[in-house]
């Protein structure tokens, strides 16, 4: 609408089922809230923050490139890690042209995350970054 670049991270906390597991659901949500905190504090205030469903974080970050928005989660990701002990890791997408949807630039983001696993995980991985 705006013709501002506007980028969106998926994020997931790793080793979640193990933390649950090993130290109880309590001490699973309260990293989930240690996490949301986190990322209230270093997002703006225009950037949008919501729980996707189990361990998984949605962040819209508009007028924010993908170059951008990867340095930010970067960010998030060791801030997380030096505050409680988990690492996240996180796909970046970004709305280009030829994103046809919500649910593409979400895939995307998500096809990324798959790769930052993949790629040994605690890590911030988006389509420029081969």
Do not use: W
């Not at 905190?37 to 949008?48: E, G, S, V």
């Not at 340095?71 to 409680?84: I, K, N, S, T």
């Not at 930052?116 to 988006?126: I, N, S």
Request: proline share 2%; glycine share 8%; with cysteine.
């Amino acid at each position: 609408r705006t013709g501002e670049p506007l980028s969106l991270a998926v994020i997931d906390v790793d080793e979640f089922k193990a933390i649950n597991d090993q130290r109880g659901h309590q001490a699973g949500d309260e990293l989930l809230r240690l996490i949301a905190d986190n990322a209230r504090r270093r997002l703006r205030a225009t950037d949008i923050l919501g729980r996707f469903g189990g361990d998984e974080f949605v962040v819209i970050l508009p007028a924010t490139s993908a170059a951008e928005a990867v340095e930010v989660m970067r960010e998030l990701g060791d801030a997380c890690l030096a505050a409680g002990g988990a690492s996240l890791s996180i796909g970046v997408a970004d709305l280009a042209e030829d994103c046809a949807s919500v649910q593409v630039l979400l895939n995307r983001a998500d096809a990324q995350l798959y790769r930052a696993k993949k790629a040994g995980r605690h890590r911030v991985m988006a389509a420029f970054i081969p």
